[in-house]
């Protein structure tokens, strides 16, 4: 099996007004993302993995393939959960769930996005499924839910390469533009599945 690169789900300016330029696609998505792809293939060529899923090689792999797996599957999975047509927040049973854990959406917001500032260093801020409710969880490097058995509902690329172009060293700044453009769609179904 050869991975491949997947395509935005929205154009590479789409979301420009939002806080993430076209440029900042062309390097995270063109440059960066393709590299863990091209470096991913490399690494399975000729082994026991190039017949595994993605999934299979992160639970199973450690090192440089596992960054290079794991980094595939983190991008694939954050491009879809950034949309142009973003709406405020949740609704039906994420959003009773995040009320039920958090209190409330703001409540939600404000630790969701105090997890992915204070997290050292590159890496991931992610919302998954914990039995029937949620919690919030901070990946380093190339942390992913599916190595501990996790379900993913969305993340945040906390990367430097995810907001050095828009927004150069100011990690804060790209974190409140995220929520104008997060795809609670997305995220619902990922809580419903």
């Not at 379900?151 to 804060?172: F, S």
Request: with cysteine; proline share 4%; glycine share 8%.
């Amino acid at each position: 099996m050869t991975f491949t690169l997947p395509a935005l789900p929205f154009a590479a300016d789409a979301l420009s007004s939002k806080g993430m330029s076209a440029e900042t696609f062309e390097y995270h998505h063109g440059k960066h993302h393709n590299a863990y792809v091209t470096n991913l293939n490399k690494l399975i060529d000729g082994t026991p993995n190039a017949g595994k899923s993605l999934e299979d090689i992160i639970k199973s792999a450690d090192g440089g393939l596992f960054n290079n797996a794991a980094q595939h599957w983190n991008h694939s999975f954050f491009w879809n959960c950034l949309s142009p047509d973003a709406k405020a927040k949740p609704t039906g049973a994420l959003l009773a769930a995040i009320e039920k854990k958090w209190g409330t959406f703001e409540q939600f917001k404000t630790e969701f996005s105090g997890k992915a500032a204070t997290l050292f260093g590159s890496g991931w801020a992610f919302l998954v499924k914990k039995g029937d409710g949620l919690d919030i969880t901070q990946e380093p490097n190339a942390g992913c839910p599916i190595k501990s058995g996790q379900h993913a509902i969305l993340t945040l690329d906390v990367w430097e390469h995810a907001y050095y172009i828009d927004h150069r060293n100011a990690r804060p700044s790209f974190i409140e533009k995220f929520w104008s453009m997060c795809n609670w769609d997305f995220a619902e179904k990922n809580f419903a599945g």
